[in-house]
Every structure is written in C-alpha cells, then in structure tokens.
C-alpha cells in the first residue's frame, strides 16, 4: 500500500513537472500564456465631458474641442489649427466606448513590445477632460479586427477595437475636414454660375420648385433630375485631400451660393489639372480642396 501511494504521488509530481515545463517552454519561444480570466473594461468616456486628445508617435497631434468645433494641430505648430471631420472624432468616441471586457494578450514587456505596445512604441491616446486626463493609452499594431491596447501605466496588453487603433493611427491630413464648407441642401434657394466670357446664370426656386435662370449658354434645356443632382453636388463636395493653405490659381469658374435667409458664399474652382483633379475654395477661406474635375464642371 506504501509503494502503492509513493507511486501515485511520484506520477503527481512528474505531471506538474511536465506541465510546467510546458509553460516555460511555451513563454520561452514567444508564445502567449493567456490567463483566460483577465480582462480589461475601462467606463465609456461621456462625449461632452472631452476636453481634447493628445496623440502621439511619430508626429504628435492635439485634437481640441473649441467653440467653433474641433480643431487638430500638430503638437509642433499648435497655433496653425484646422478643422476637423466631426465623424472622425465620433469614430473616436465609439472606440473609446468599446473597451468593455477586453481579454488579456500577454503581460511580458518584450512581446508587448513585439505587439507594438512597448514602453518606446506605439501610439499614445490622452484623453482630456476639465480635470485633468480622463484616460491614457498606448495603442499597438493592428491584427485581424483588433488593435492592441494598453494602460499607459500598467503592463498588460490586452486585445481591443480596430477602429480605435485605425482612428489614433491618422495623422494631420486624416483628421482635417475635407468637406467643402457650403450651405446643406435644404438652405439653398440660388445659385448663380460666372465664367469668363459667359453671360451669368443658374438656378432658383421662388416658388419651391428649382428652375433656369439667367441667360444659359445656347441649347441648354432644364432638366428638374439634372438640377437636383447639381444642387447636391454643390452641397455635398467632398475632397480627395486639402491641396494648400495659400493662394490658389486664377479662378476660371464661380459659382456665388444663395442661402434661404439671404446669406451668400462664393464657390471658386480653378482649372483642371493634368492628373484629373481640380481646386476648389470658398472665397475668403485658406484652405483649398482638391475634387475630382468633373466635379468642379459647374
């Protein structure tokens, strides 16, 4: 009975042995022991309690919520500021919101150097509230659906939302609005076309419905779809890039947009370029947009 019972305690023994073994073999050729039972939930962050966000990386920026609306910088040149796409920040937002229940990766500083999560990599996410920093990440490299996040002060990587990780990873040109600052749709009552050498037309609704006015060019014909379709172009102008901050070349058409309260703005494009592309401005704004050129027909 003696030998029975030093048997089964030495077949124990060997067996804790063993698996040991294979844990330690297992962290030793980069494989992640996942503790299954760790996870990672952070509060969701109340949108209106956001001050601004600090990211970092390469090119550090800061994105803050002023009273004209979110504006991004380079941490660099904070004083030249720009406007940014309001779906960005909610894209953000969202993210943020979806730290729930996140499972643990690895808490071994190499392999979360590995992830992108290290203490010298990775891209830090600040957010910023009235008080102080509301929340701070490090975000890491992106896998299949998932980026991989960690607390700034802590150790643990952890597997969370790709769009969190594909938002923080923009830089300047990805956050900066590149829609065309126009009236929406609704606004519009007129629109009027200039180009050089041509009498000056467009369209008006006095009576709800859009229709030709002025003097257009010879065999033109209204066409109601046509003129729908025009007047959500010029609402809706959406650039591929911003093309500079400075003077843009000479106009070759205007468009001067009507609002239904009697405001105006001038819609500037230049002429096309080789690549297919075309200028646009408002009159008065810095910022020029670059549209595809059969967008700028007007």
Do not use: H
Request: glycine share 10%; aromatic share 6%; charged share 20%.
């Amino acid at each position: 009975m003696g030998f029975m019972l030093m048997k089964r305690s030495t077949l124990f023994i060997v067996a804790a042995v063993a698996l040991l073994s294979a844990i330690y073999a297992a962290t030793r050729n980069g494989a992640d022991v996942r503790e299954g039972v760790k996870t990672l939930t952070l509060d969701p962050v109340e949108p209106t309690s956001v001050r601004a966000f600090r990211l970092g990386g390469a090119a550090p920026l800061v994105i803050s919520n002023a009273d004209a609306g979110w504006r991004v910088a380079s941490a660099s040149s904070p004083e030249k500021d720009y406007a940014v796409d309001p779906a960005t920040v909610a894209k953000l937002l969202k993210g943020l919101g979806e730290l729930q229940g996140l499972a643990l990766v690895t808490s071994r500083p190499e392999r979360a150097t590995e992830l992108g999560v290290g203490v010298d990599g990775g891209v830090s996410l600040e957010v910023l509230g009235a008080t102080g920093v509301i929340r701070n990440l490090v975000i890491g490299n992106n896998d299949v659906g998932t980026t991989f996040v960690r607390q700034a002060q802590g150790v643990d990587v952890f597997a969370g939302p790709s769009q969190l990780g594909a938002t923080a990873k923009l830089g300047l040109m990805g956050w900066r609005n590149k829609r065309v600052p126009t009236f929406s749709s609704a606004d519009l009552a007129k629109v009027e076309f200039r180009s050089p050498g041509k009498a000056p037309y467009g369209l008006a609704k006095p009576k709800g419905n859009w229709e030709l006015v002025g003097s257009p060019p010879a065999g033109m014909q209204f066409d109601a779809s046509a003129a729908m379709s025009l007047v959500w172009q010029l609402t809706n102008m959406e650039a591929t890039t911003i093309a500079s901050d400075g003077l843009a070349p000479a106009s070759e058409v205007a468009a001067t947009l009507t609002s239904s309260e009697g405001k105006t703005l001038e819609l500037r494009a230049a002429k096309p370029r080789a690549d297919g592309s075309c200028e646009v401005w408002v009159a008065g704004d810095s910022e020029r947009y670059l549209v595809p050129s059969y967008v700028a027909e007007l």
